[in-house]
DNA sequence: TCAACTGTTATAGTGTTATTATAACAGTTA
DNA sequence: TAACTGTTATAATAACACTATAACAGTTGA
């Protein structure tokens, strides 16, 4: 999976990497159990620090989206998209709230925002 | 409206501040026109600083959402949540994928998306 | 066994951002 | 004039983002 960071961008580096990881397993772009670069590898080909990388991957991890081995590398979890984390269910509904309410201030009412959501699981593909 | 900060969680104070102030106006407890604290005021209520208040104004008044006059104090918009600003539709976009991605990497699929959402929106009261 | 690869940890430097603290400025209003 | 608006300027501290090296420990293949 090709991966892109723009250096200009408010975004910080490795919350670009992650959004665009999570994307790609969204997408289908990244299987479950599907090995991910190398952070050295990945930061060469970026032209970035290790530990950037580093860092993108340990949120992933701590979020239990993909798995690191010392020695074997990093990986998507085998289970990603199946199981659903207790922990993140506050995060999420905190998450979307802000995006309603964003949404409302901005003239996007329940049902623009649902036409929305519709049209973005279409482009994604998500069942 | 009340609005509280917690200087022990993760997100900026400002951010706080400003996601707050977009609660409640999604949920009426702000209305279109409404006064909104002065900046001293508010800093010396919440016991932070004038210019954190102050930042956080400024982004709103950057999303349009209230308005600021020099001598008159701080307002929020007359036509907030009825008028779109078309440089949102990206933003709200590129928001609303980043929330579907992550919720699919967490198990949430477009059933339990869509049915959050309605939840949400029901809490808040928006049509 | 040795070399090459994994992620991890440590240290250090630079630049940016967040927050606070004062102070002054300019416009409005009672 | 006095008291209130937001704005701007300056400075200090702390935390964060990113980079640069270097070393460590486990795994794997020649």
Redesign the pocket.
């Known amino acids: 999976m090709l991966l892109r960071i723009d250096?200009n961008s408010?975004?910080?580096?490795?919350?670009?990497l992650s959004n665009q990881i999570k994307y790609g397993i969204a997408r289908g772009y990244l299987m479950p159990g599907e090995d991910?670069?190398?952070?050295?590898?990945?930061?060469s080909e970026l032209?970035?620090?290790?530990?950037?990388?580093?860092?993108?991957?340990?949120t992933l991890?701590e979020e239990g989206i993909i798995i690191?081995?010392?020695?074997?590398?990093?990986k998507v979890s085998d289970e990603v998209l199946i199981s659903r984390d207790d922990d993140y269910g506050k995060i999420f509904d905190k998450k979307m709230t802000e995006l309603i309410a964003e949404g409302l201030c901005n003239g996007y009412d329940k049902d623009q925002f649902m036409n929305k959501a519709n049209q973005l699981f279409d482009e994604i593909g998500g069942k």
Chains 1, 2 share one sequence.
Do not use: C, D, F, W
């Open positions: 250096v408010e975004e910080t580096l490795y919350s670009q991910l670069p190398s952070v050295r590898g990945l930061a032209g970035i620090n290790m530990h950037t990388v580093s860092k993108a991957y340990a991890k690191i081995n010392r020695s074997k590398g990093v």
